[in-house]
T-cell receptor, first 112, second 115 residues
Framework: DAKTTQPPSMDCAEGRAANLPCNHS???????VYWYRQIHSQGPQYIIH???NNETNEMASLIITEDRKSSTLILPHATLRDTAVYYC?????????????FGKGTLLTVNP | GAVVSQHPSRVICKSGTSVKIECRSL??????MFWYRQFPKKSLMLMAT?????????EQGVEKDKFLINHASLTLSTLTVTSAHPEDSSFYIC???????????FGPGTRLTVL
């Protein structure tokens, strides 16, 4: 079973920030939060990951709450090409903990 | 970068035949590769994990004799679907993990249709 909870769908206007929430209340100390997205009929694309500090890269920002029980992926200026299913995944480090368990994700639709 | 390719991107075969899918890490060495399957409107399901030079570890319910995995080098893993049947029709996706790092990078997927 996936260890995260995400809303099934969200809408966002083009050019605005998209904030995608994720709950992972059972996350353990050595587990990272990963975000991937999947555009229709393509393989998932890595976006960002973090342990406890907020992270930012050229694609997005990841905000993790202090208790690490939830996080938010922020796409600062959403474009139509950001329409995809976004997956929030918790995964440990080392050995079989490398596994990624995909839930249903959030379908983000960016509208013109 | 971290680019993973798959070949073929799409394959149609007759029932009873075998199909081989290749997964390559193009710009890094992958100590571990993963194979996933995705049915329409469903999420990705992990099938197996393979480490270079050793036998693959299959997830519960995945038949190892039907889905043969070979990871003979640090840049290539293959998945062979043996005696394919229509119910094996699916989107097969591989991922690769850089040595020493945890992030998985995914290939573009292979659409298999068994007639």
């Amino acid at each position: 079973d996936a260890k995260t909870t995400q809303p099934p769908s969200m809408d966002c206007a083009e050019g605005r920030a998209a904030n995608l929430p994720c709950n992972h209340s059972t996350i353990s100390g050595n587990e990272y939060v990963y975000w991937y997205r999947q555009i229709h009929s393509q393989g998932p694309q890595y976006i960002i990951h973090g342990l406890k500090n907020n992270e930012t890269n050229e694609m997005a920002s990841l905000i993790i709450t202090e208790d690490r029980k939830s996080s938010t992926l922020i796409l600062p200026h959403a474009t139509l090409r950001d329409t995809a299913v976004y997956y929030c995944i918790v995964s440990g480090s080392g050995g079989s903990n490398y596994k990624l368990t995909f839930g249903k994700g959030t379908l983000l639709t960016v509208n013109p | 970068g971290a680019v993973v390719s798959q070949h073929p991107s799409r394959v149609i075969c007759k029932s009873g035949t075998s199909v081989k899918i290749e997964c390559r890490s193009l710009d890094f060495q992958a100590t571990t590769m993963f194979w996933y399957r995705q049915f329409p409107k469903k999420s990705l399901m992990l099938m197996a994990t393979s480490n270079e030079g050793s036998k693959a570890t299959y997830e519960q319910g995945v038949e190892k004799d039907k889905f043969l995995i070979n990871h003979a080098s640090l840049t290539l893993s293959t998945l062979t679907v043996t005696s394919a049947h229509p119910e094996d029709s699916s989107f097969y996706i591989c991922s690769a993990r850089k040595g020493g790092a945890d992030t998985q990078y995914f290939g573009p997927g292979t659409r298999l249709t068994v007639l």
